[in-house]
């Protein structure tokens, strides 16, 4: 295997615009495996995130579900761990072990002691590599899966999100819900999600991200060793291809759900994927001036001043294909439109007036820093280079900073003419049933 | 995995004149500081009549001193990018700051001026208010929730633990400016207080720094007022609240021992054989065997007081009798079988390796908590 570690690692990024070289080793392995490191010396604890290219995007729409369930069943075991195996094996050391799914990604994780890593790794990559699905248990984890989805449908905040996502995402995944539904999970087989795993939890769609109190050199050689033999490449239902998602309309709903004790107002543009990053912390900016913090607008006239709104925040999420840009206020219901006409004007008012350079300077601060506090441990770090890794390069994850400091208030003016139209927004509100 | 092990640090642990404990830890490997301030009042000084007090005044100050106004206060905070927070829960109060390191200085001169000088502005007041009763509210909203507060007004009655940390509507409603002054000068004081600090400073200047702001702060004469834990009568509940939701939440718990006891260590490691993490026996059981929910846990907090031993589970409306059963025959193995040396060293291991993964948090809560549950 060629490692190469001089022609990858340690380059700095070519974004052009950030100076600092980058800190982690980016080792590509023969077989198409991207090898994550950076050495954190003085940590006694090593944190290994495995990001797969695997998420709820590349389910066929019949199988809506099959990525998140997936991941609850690669913990099930292989043909050599029986359930429950790697979980004790982690954890009765003192270690920890998690995993999640989006619509990009699924990734798996575990925090365990710099000398366990040995013992620990084999067992992770067994259960990726090879994981058996057994069907047994596969029904028994629907039934797992299935209170999930229950658990979420009690949860208001996650409804609205959902069904505005639905509003604005039309046919495109980010749609669809990454948990799914129980009648389509009740209709997939064991085999059917065999061949998903087969089709994607393959090399080249896999970053093996490892930080902590040890070396580059020991750790191309535990993931050699470990991260082999990949399964033999199954075929699977087509994803249908959809082009990025852009909204032309303005679609506007209201649902009334038993039991709120709050009103909802949530509002959702859409903006740039990872491939305008630059674009993007554009309006990560404007999602601050706006309603980040006491003294951004928002916060300021609505909560501080009017008091029409409890709380209101800015949500800016960077995703593969498109970007969103989410303004949300929990209030009495009878503000609701009240609200709505506020946030509208002032979105628009973004697009034609400058705003000043002492809110500029605000939100530069606060983001960077907030950037910065992001990246104080292992397992943070390694969740950030897996996260870049795996929507673009990890090179980029180093980007963020430059990129916020750059922007004038004329181009944060022009940013806002482009993507943050009241008429191309969805708007969902919540009340009381 | 051990504490031991863990990175090399330089710090300094002092006492200042007025009594003021400070320890300062030097962690060059960020550019960061975190500082916290302890103060040993929460809800174990509060009654039946005032609960809450502590939430409100603690929200309040960073809304108002003798100096500033909120927005004065936010604006120092939010145009250097850093945190300034206070909180206040069962046995504490808490005021956290975080900042990159060359605006240290700064911002923990700002928190000790909120600390010391608040001024509880009656318009402030009215919209802490307002906002907590609406945060009080929204807890009704989530099932767990609503079972929670349920059972722990089952278990502790009047009992300050009874009540939620925001208190209830009618005692927020209730609580008046004066209050809050008279509950401010009565326990804010140098005489108990914790001041942790952690980062890329040095410790000496850091002790220097809290002296220069801290340490003319006069202790009072009265001495310090101890929490008014009122007995818990200790006898069987069951009570059923039916709600429209999609899962049903079962909870069932035992008042335990306070942090004090000599039973409190051998409590923890139950608590955590029983329900924490994926091969913890709640988890084993009831989900992965039975697949019965993807919620269920187990949790036994740190208190003054008589703490909680409490396990839960959240499932389908129709499985609660047989995940109840499922709690209950778990719990009752707990008191008949004992755990083997294996399971006991694996709990032993699970909370140390914890205590490391989460190093700095610990650092800052234990050092102060060994001062309060001394």
Known sequence: MSLAPDTSASNSSDSGQTNVPFPASVIPLDNGLTVIHQEIAATPVVVVDVWIKAGARYEPNAWTGMAHFLEHMVFKGSEQILPGMFDAAIENRGGLTNAATSHDYAHFYMTVAADDLPHALPYLADLLLHAAIPADEFVRERHVVIEEIHQSWDDPDWIGFQTLSEMIYGDHPYGRSVLGSPEVLRERSPEEMRQFHRAYYQPENMQVVITGGISLEHVLELVQTTFRAFPQRASYPAVELTSSPRLCTNPRNTLALPRLEHGRLVMAWLAPGIDDLASACGLDILATVLAEGRMSRLVRELREDRQWVDEIASSFSIQQDCSLFVLSAWLTPKHIQQVEQVICDRITSLATIPITTTELERAKRVLCNDYAFSMETPGQLAGLYGYYGTLAKPELSLAYPDYVRAYSTEQLMSLAEQYLSPNHCGTLALTPA | ?374
């Open chain 2, 1 to 374: 995995m051990t504490a031991s092990t863990a990175p090399k640090q330089t710090s300094i642990t002092t006492h200042l004149g007025n009594g003021l404990k400070v320890i300062a830890i030097e962690n060059p490997a960020a550019d960061i500081v975190s500082a916290r301030i302890f103060l040993p009042v929460g809800q174990g000084h509060e009654t039946p009549e005032n609960a809450g007090i502590f939430s409100l005044l603690t929200s309040l100050l960073t809304r108002g001193t003798a100096h500033r106004s909120s927005l004065d206060i936010a604006e120092a905070v939010e145009y250097v990018g850093a945190s300034l927070g206070a909180d206040s829960a069962s046995d504490y109060s808490l005021v956290s700051i975080k900042t990159v390191s060359a605006d240290f200085e700064n911002i923990f001169t700002l928190a000790t001026e909120i600390l010391r000088e608040p001024s509880f502005p009656q318009n402030e007041i009215e919209l802490e208010r307002k906002l907590t009763i609406q945060g009080l509210r929204s807890m009704q909203e989530q099932p767990f929730s609503v079972a929670y507060k349920c059972f722990r007004e089952g278990m502790y009655g009047n009992h300050p633990y009874g009540f939620s940390s925001m208190g209830t509507e009618e005692t927020i409603m209730a609580i008046q400016r004066d209050d809050l002054l008279e509950a401010h000068s009565q326990h804010f004081r140098p005489d108990n207080m914790v001041v942790v600090i952690v980062g890329r400073i040095n410790p000496e200047k850091a002790i220097a720094l809290v002296d220069n702001l801290l340490g003319n702060w006069e202790t009072p004469k009265h001495p310090a007022t101890a929490p008014r834990l009122p007995p818990v009568d200790s006898h069987a509940y069951r009570i059923v609240t039916p709600q429209e939701t999609n899962q049903a939440f079962v909870i069932i718990g035992y008042l335990a021992a306070s942090v004090k006891h000599p039973d409190f260590a051998a409590l923890k490691l139950l608590s955590t054989h029983l329900g924490n993490g994926l091969s913890s026996r709640l988890f084993v059981e009831l989900r992965e065997k039975q697949g019965l929910a993807y919620d269920v846990s187990a949790f036994y907090p740190t208190r003054l007081g008589p703490s909680q031993f409490v396990s839960y589970i959240g499932t389908a409306p129709e499985n609660t009798s047989v995940a109840l059963d499922g709690l209950q025959s778990e719990l009752r193995r707990l008191c008949e079988v004992p755990l083997t040396a294996h399971e006991l060293q694996v709990a032993k291991n699970k909370m140390l390796g914890q205590l490391v993964s989460k190093l700095t948090d610990i650092l800052l809560s234990y050092s102060a908590g060994t001062r309060f549950w001394d």
